[in-house]
């Protein structure tokens, strides 16, 4: 079976992405910085934007707006998870008790959704910035760092008491 992938030209995506055998090799502030350089510099080359993304150790959700006309978002995850795993360390990056890594850093394939209308974009852009809430390695929203949910804040789109009661939350969900 040949799984197709959505062409839309400038479609708007939700993807999640995983590494190999959900080990956390993103847990590091360091490793997330090396993620974060990686799509400045496939950006630079292919541009896309970036709506929304939370990084947690194992995985990753985002938010991608393709230019119009352009429909090619496989190339560039192939080439962020290239440059990640080419200036990635994961041996320096795990700890000691866990450095029996082998090479492998991302799970062969990723999950992407094409986003339909604003309500969509909207569920998956809150999916998202709860994500770690709902993973349990914070309590709120506002306490996870590796969000855009604090560009969010910023820019006056949330309160920075958004996500802070899993039970607000109620009806958010998939993975």
């Known amino acids: 079976m040949r799984y197709r992938r959505a062409v839309i030209p400038g479609g708007t995506f939700f993807f999640t992405l995983v590494t190999a055998g959900r080990r956390p ?10 993620l974060r350089r990686a799509f400045i510099a496939v950006r630079s080359a292919r541009r896309f934007t970036v709506d929304a993304i ?13 230019p119009p006309g352009d429909a090619d978002f496989a190339t560039r995850w192939r080439l962020v998870k290239t440059w990640f795993t080419k200036h990635y360390d994961p041996v320096r990056q795990m700890p000691a ?30 999916y998202i910035h709860f994500n770690p809430v709902k993973h349990g390695l914070v309590k709120s929203a506002c306490a996870w760092q590796y969000s855009s949910f604090h560009r969010y804040v910023e820019a ?6 958004w996500g802070c009661d899993a039970q607000d939350m109620d009806g958010i969900g998939h993975e």
């Open 156 to 161: 006056g789109l949330y309160p920075e008491e």
């Open 25 to 34: 090799l993103l847990a590091s502030a360091e490793a997330v910085d090396i």
């Open 97 to 126: 008790d866990d450095a029996r890594v082998s090479g492998k850093i991302w799970q062969h394939r990723y999950w992407e959704h094409a986003l339909r209308d604003e309500t969509d974009f909207t569920r998956h852009v809150e």
């Open 54 to 66: 939370v990084v947690l150790p194992d995985h990753l959700h985002c938010i991608w707006t393709l």
